[in-house]
């Protein structure tokens, strides 16, 4: 035996530590496919990376998750409104993954509904564990929240959403003047689109090429996809794909988008491009003052939305987008950092 493979037996060479990441990976949602592609750029080239769940049904687990965490040396939560006061995901907040260093980033929490205090104090129980070693959320409402419900002792960091981390594929320039659409299925139950019929006709009107854009993969998508045709504009153009670097890519061939998911508001962003936003959430309102651009609130339902189309719609400054992409990059720096220090 030589000595390569004497250390080898030995188990003298390293190994890359392996990271159990944790979140809605698999079901094809836009924004928590693209959180998989951050962790791959971020910390693919010093760790082994996992994903938990290898179902998108319950159990999630097609084996038992004792065994799955010891396969693991430290497990990553997020991002995503993964904190929901209401309500406490089987998938995310396992007593299982305390096992191993837990590190929480890029999570939002929700607040449209009433908290149940029993599911508070289960959050409460996980996230003061001694092994939640770093605890980051994506705007400051979610961290005062945590500060408010949780404990002042939660020594919780607040950035960007780290979708702003992310390496964007090339932005595509094109002749047409698109104004992009991006619609969702809500379960099933169709939206009434008649006020985002009105801005598309509007937007049309005014020399724009409707670009109807099917922002989800797999499950999602195919569901985003069956509810396109509720939205019925003549000569639209519609965009259906697996692939997550073409449907960044379509978004960066619009002038101007609007968009029921708050990661294509993201991605747009990380372009310089304007979006109305049609779903205005916390995360949404939040990132909006974040960019001191209120005004892209909005909401299927409001009479004067067609009004938002006009002749110049000022691009969002690349001091914001450099802003929004410090942060985050900071954070995927740090959270690399601290893994490295506990794990």
């Given at each position: 035996?030589?000595?390569?493979?004497?250390?080898?037996?030995?188990?003298?060479?390293?190994?890359?530590?392996?990271?159990?990441?944790?979140?809605?990976?698999?079901?094809?949602?836009?924004?928590?496919?693209?959180?998989?592609?951050?962790f791959?750029?971020?910390?693919g080239?010093?760790?082994?990376?996992?994903?938990?769940?290898?179902?998108?049904?319950?159990?999630?687990?097609?084996k038992?998750?004792?065994?799955?965490v010891?396969?693991?040396?430290?497990?990553?939560i997020?991002?995503?409104?993964?904190?929901?006061?209401?309500?406490?995901?089987?998938?995310?907040?396992?007593?299982?993954?305390?096992k191993?260093?837990v590190f929480?980033?890029?999570?939002?929490?929700?607040?449209w509904?009433?908290?149940?205090p029993?599911?508070?104090?289960?959050?409460?129980?996980?996230?003061?564990?001694?092994?939640?070693?770093?605890?980051?959320?994506?705007?400051m409402?979610?961290?005062?929240?945590?500060?408010?419900?949780?404990?002042?002792?939660?020594?919780?960091?607040?950035?960007a959403?780290?979708?702003?981390?992310?390496?964007?594929?090339?932005?595509?320039?094109?002749d047409?003047k698109?104004?992009?659409?991006i619609?969702?299925?809500?379960?099933?139950?169709?939206?009434?689109?008649?006020?985002?019929?009105?801005?598309?006709?509007?937007?049309?009107?005014?020399?724009?090429?409707?670009?109807?854009i099917?922002?989800?993969?797999?499950?999602?998508?195919?569901?985003?996809?069956?509810?396109?045709?509720?939205?019925?504009?003549?000569?639209k153009e519609?965009?259906?794909?697996?692939?997550?670097?073409?449907?960044?890519?379509?978004?960066?061939?619009?002038?101007?988008i609007?968009?029921?998911?708050?990661?294509?508001?993201?991605?747009?962003?990380?372009y310089?491009?304007?979006?109305?936003?049609?779903?205005?959430?916390?995360k949404?309102?939040?990132?909006?003052?974040?960019?001191?651009?209120?005004?892209?609130?909005?909401?299927?339902?409001?009479?004067?939305?067609?009004?938002?189309?006009t002749?110049?719609?000022?691009?969002i400054?690349?001091?914001?987008v450099?802003?929004?992409?410090q942060?985050a990059e900071?954070?995927?720096?740090?959270?690399?950092?601290?893994?490295?220090?506990?794990?």
């Amino acid at each position: 035996m030589n000595m390569y493979s004497w250390f080898l037996s030995e188990g003298y060479m390293s190994k890359k530590i392996t990271i159990g990441l944790v979140g809605f990976f698999g079901w094809g949602n836009f924004g928590d496919e693209l959180f998989v592609r951050v962790f791959e750029e971020w910390l693919g080239k010093d760790y082994e990376l996992k994903v938990m769940n290898d179902l998108t049904k319950k159990p999630y687990f097609s084996k038992p998750l004792e065994e799955l965490v010891d396969e693991v040396d430290a497990i990553v939560i997020g991002g995503g409104d993964l904190i929901i006061p209401w309500a406490m995901s089987d998938l995310y907040w396992r007593e299982e993954y305390l096992k191993k260093p837990v590190f929480i980033v890029g999570v939002g929490v929700p607040t449209w509904s009433e908290s149940n205090p029993n599911i508070i104090a289960r959050y409460k129980k996980f996230l003061t564990h001694e092994n939640v070693k770093h605890v980051n959320v994506r705007d400051m409402e979610s961290a005062q929240w945590i500060k408010e419900n949780i404990s002042q002792d939660v020594d919780v960091e607040h950035t960007a959403d780290i979708v702003f981390a992310m390496k964007m594929p090339k932005k595509i320039a094109t002749d047409k003047k698109y104004f992009g659409i991006i619609t969702r299925d809500r379960k099933g139950n169709p939206d009434n689109l008649e006020q985002v019929h009105k801005l598309a006709e509007r937007a049309v009107s005014q020399g724009f090429v409707i670009k109807h854009i099917i922002l989800g993969t797999g499950d999602v998508g195919e569901r985003d996809f069956a509810r396109a045709e509720d939205l019925k504009v003549e000569g639209k153009e519609i965009v259906y794909t697996e692939s997550l670097d073409v449907l960044c890519q379509e978004i960066s061939t619009c002038k101007i988008i609007a968009s029921m998911k708050f990661h294509g508001t993201v991605v747009a962003l990380n372009y310089g491009i304007p979006s109305i936003v049609l779903s205005a959430t916390d995360k949404s309102r939040n990132l909006m003052r974040m960019i001191e651009r209120q005004e892209l609130l909005s909401s299927l339902n409001d009479e004067s939305l067609a009004d938002r189309v006009t002749p110049f719609v000022p691009v969002i400054p690349w001091t914001s987008v450099r802003m929004l992409r410090q942060r985050a990059e900071n954070t995927m720096k740090n959270l690399s950092s601290v893994i490295a220090k506990f794990a």
